[in-house]
């Protein structure tokens, strides 16, 4: 069964960066559709971006230009890049896996998303 779990948050002054892991065990990624959505205090978990089987992306246009999702196959790894941060950025981030994800499924909706890690805070200061 495959588990997730993040990693790399921390503090981070606005206008910096961070780079968040997902490291998969249990099975392969590679067949996986991987999501990035992340839950601010007191609001709805929202989607930020995610990655295909085949390494097509999409992203939020409020994280548009700023974050970038990669995969590394060979270290079971997602990695979300964030730049240029946001006070806005602050939430807990969460990577999501599915792997039946296709064309037509809709990235931007918890429910398509099987397997979940636990998340991790990433708070951004003035």
């Known amino acids: 069964q495959l588990q997730l779990a993040e990693s790399g948050g921390g503090l981070v002054r606005s206008g910096g960066s961070l780079r968040l892991s997902c490291v998969a065990s249990?099975?392969?990624?590679?067949?996986?559709?991987i999501a990035w959505f992340r839950q601010a205090p007191g609001k709805e978990r929202e989607a930020v971006g995610y990655?295909?089987?085949?390494?097509?992306?999409d992203y939020d246009d409020a994280v548009k230009g700023r974050f970038a999702i990669s995969r590394d196959n060979t270290k079971n790894t997602v990695y979300l890049q964030m730049n240029a941060l946001k006070l806005e950025d602050t939430g807990v981030y969460y990577c999501?896996?599915?792997?039946?994800?296709?064309?037509?499924?809709?990235?931007?909706?918890?429910?398509?998303?099987?397997?979940w890690g636990q998340g991790t805070v990433v708070a951004v200061s003035s």
């Open positions: 999501a896996a599915d792997p039946n994800f296709w064309a037509g499924s809709n990235w931007r909706l918890p429910s398509v998303f099987p397997n």
């Open positions: 249990g099975e392969p990624l590679t067949p996986y559709a």
């Open positions: 990655i295909s089987s085949v390494d097509k992306t």
